[in-house]
Structures are given as C-alpha cells and as structure tokens.
C-alpha cells in the first residue's frame, strides 16, 4: 500500500519572480548585443529561455486551507503538497486535488432485521474525512463512493446484532443503547473505511423505526408494555399508602378495626387509588357492622 509522504514544493511567489525576471533579462541581453548583431548560440539561448520560462508557469499551484495536491509525474507517486499557498513543483506532473475538510452524509433508509429477526428501517449520518491522501487516491476508485456504500453495509451488520426494544433490564437494544450503538457503528465503519485513508470521527443513527408491516402490532405491544409497568407502579404505591393509613390509624388510634374490617378498608382504598376511573363514595348512614 501506498503511504502519504508529504513535500513543500518552492515557494510560488520566488518563482513569479524568476519567471517574471527570465524574460526581462533576455529581452535585456539581446538589446544590449545590438538585435541582429547577437552570436546565433546567444539567441538560440534566448529563444530557449523563453520557451522554459512558458513551460515554467505550469508549475504553480495554490493550495487552499484544509485541501491537499496529489503530486504524480509519468504515473508515479511524487508526493503530497499540504503547504496552503502558492507553491511550485515540477510543471510535467499532475497534481490532484483532495479536500481534507470534515465531510457527512445521511445514508437511506435501510430494510434490514434485527437480532430476533423483527423488519426494521434505519438510517446513519457518519462524520469523516480523508487523513491519507496517497491511500484514498490509489487504494480505491472513488473514496466517497467507498465511503457511502461500506457506510451502509456497516449499518446493515450493526442492525442485526441488537434487538429493536430490550426485553430484560441491562440488555442492550438499538432503540435504549444509543451510545453503545453508536460507537459499535463507529467502529463498523472505520473497520471498513481504513484502506480508503479515511478516518470516522462520528457515527450516530438518525432514523430508527419498525418497517410498517408490524409497526401497528409493534405499537400495540408498546402499549401494553407501559401499561403493565404503571399499573405495577401504581399498585406499589397503593399499597405503601394503605400500609401507611392502618399504622397512622392504629398508632393514634382512631378507630379499632378487626381483621374482617381491615380487609374490607384494604380492598376499598385499593379499589380507589388503582382504579382508572374516579371512584364514586357511599355514605353508610348506619353504624360500622350495618
């Protein structure tokens, strides 16, 4: 594999210079022989001063900030420019640009299952940018092209490693575990992306959804499932709160009630804090037993 190994290049503006100067020292010369006078091996020296000095432009290059030259001559790998600036390298090799800036994409919504086997959609926005230029530009043929496509393959085998809900406390899921998620897609992705010269700075989920063919059945399950948790919540609450109204009641003593008469308030106070419906009062107008 090819590995990035960075150059400087010539300052581009010592070059202007020169370039600029070549000329105007030929031109110079020439006058100074008298024109027509001038040795032939003297003008031919000229004429080639010039052509040089044309070919010499070619080899200036600006490099912006957070941008990288890819510097090829006759096919072979010269090197890297990262210097921002006006620089000047050799005028016979190509130089390809590479931008270094942090890049994201959102990729589609993918169709896949889950760990128990449930229809899902899911999609990612993956954070990245290139860090080896010699590695993106030769190890693949297109890099955002790679980086799109191996994005959304780790996405696919992230998916069917977690289950949508969990089922017990402590069990990781797609939908609870979303830093744990995140960062077993991160390492999915980079796993993939680093013969590309590509390096993942952040990789989240931004779309998470049954797939519509059970997503009612899914929703009926949720229901329920939060129903039975409040209840549960609520039936421990009641009976905190009657166990707390009998030890007031008979620590004051308000009322001396036997065992018959404790259940009978057990089972009215229950009635009343778990239903789901306010209750409606009976006033006894007779004594306790009546």
Same mark, same amino acid.
């Given at each position: ?22 000329p105007?020292?030929?031109v ?5 022989l ?35 030259r ?50 899902? %959609?899911? /999609?990612?926005?993956? =954070?990245?940018?290139?860090? @080896?230029?010699a590695? &993106?530009?030769?190890? !693949?043929?297109?890099? +955002? ?17 977690f289950p949508?809900?969990?089922h ?21 992705i ?42 549960q919540?609520?039936? %421990?609450? /009641?009976?905190?709160? =009657?166990?707390?109204?009998? @030890?007031?009641?008979? &620590?004051?003593?308000? !009322?001396?009630?036997? +065992? ?25 107008a007779?004594s306790?037993?009546?």
């Open positions: 594999m090819l590995k990035e190994r960075v150059i400087t290049g010539l300052s581009g503006w010592t070059m202007v210079a020169i370039l600029v100067a070549a105007i020292a030929g110079a010369g020439i006058a100074a008298g024109g027509d006078d001038a040795p032939p091996l003297f003008a031919a020296g000229i004429v080639l001063l010039f052509i040089l000095d044309v070919i010499g432009w070619r080899g200036l290059t600006i490099v912006n900030p957070n941008t990288a890819v510097v090829l001559l006759f096919g072979r790998y010269q090197g890297t420019l990262k210097t921002a600036g006006l620089r000047w390298v050799n005028p016979f090799t190509v130089r390809r640009l590479v931008s270094l800036k942090v890049r994201n994409f959102e990729s589609g919504k993918l169709k896949v299952n889950d760990l128990i086997g449930n229809p899902i %959609e899911i /999609a990612a926005i993956v =954070v990245w940018r290139v860090v @080896e230029t590695e &993106a530009m030769f190890e !693949v043929n297109d890099y +955002e092209h790679f980086v799109h496509v191996q994005s959304e393959s780790a996405l696919r085998t992230m998916a069917t490693t949508y809900d969990a017990e406390d402590g069990d990781l899921s797609l939908r609870g575990s979303v830093s744990e998620v995140s960062h077993r897609l991160g390492q999915e980079q796993e993939r992306l680093a013969t590309a010269g590509v390096h993942v700075i952040e990789a989240r989920i931004s779309h998470l959804a049954y797939a519509p063919e059970i997503a009612n059945a899914m929703l009926r399950r949720q229901q329920a499932t939060a129903i039975i948790a409040a209840r919540k609520i039936v %421990e609450g /009641a009976v905190g709160m =009657v166990e707390m109204a009998l @030890e007031q009641l008979s &620590a004051k003593k308000v !009322v001396h009630l036997d +065992e018959e008469r404790k259940a009978t308030m057990v089972s009215n106070l229950l009635v009343v804090l778990c239903g789901d419906r306010d209750a409606q009062p009976v006033v006894n007779g306790l037993y009546q």
